[in-house]
């Protein structure tokens, strides 16, 4: 059984940072490609980043050069880093795994994901 857990969400100011976690089980971690994904009340689920199993990133516009993705395959654990933070990027952060057969591929699409956290909360304040 795959499971997917987040952690390190919270309230925060703006202008402040977060580290959010995304441990994994059930799964062999390194053949997998971790996204990221948000959804703030009221509106779809929308992309934020993604690591590939050769950790490879990439980022939405608005968080590129404010957010940062790293992974940890001896834990099993992928990492979402997130700075300068405005209330805009106040939402549900959600960690997702898609198998890859290639180390540099990745997925922006959430209808790629095979497999989904359930999410942890971040408020950012004015």
């Known amino acids: 059984q795959v499971r997917l857990v987040e952690s390190g969400g919270g309230l925060v100011q703006a202008g402040g940072s977060l580290s959010l976690s995304c441990v994994a089980s059930?799964?062999?971690?390194?053949?997998?490609?971790m996204g990221w994904f948000r959804q703030a009340p009221g509106k779809e689920r929308t992309f934020v980043g993604v690591?590939?199993?050769?950790?490879?990133?990439y980022f939405a516009d608005y968080a590129k050069g404010r957010f940062t993705i790293s992974r940890d395959n001896a834990k099993n654990t992928a990492h979402l880093q997130m700075y300068s933070l405005k209330p805009a990027d106040t939402a549900v952060y959600s960690c997702?795994?898609?198998?890859?057969?290639?180390?540099?591929?990745?997925?922006?699409?959430?209808?790629?994901?095979?497999?989904w956290g359930q999410g942890t909360q971040v408020t950012v304040s004015s």
């Open positions: 997702a795994a898609v198998q890859k057969t290639s180390l540099q591929t990745m997925s922006t699409s959430r209808r790629d994901y095979d497999y």
């Open positions: 059930g799964l062999t971690f390194s053949n997998y490609a």
């Open positions: 690591i590939s199993p050769g950790n490879r990133a």
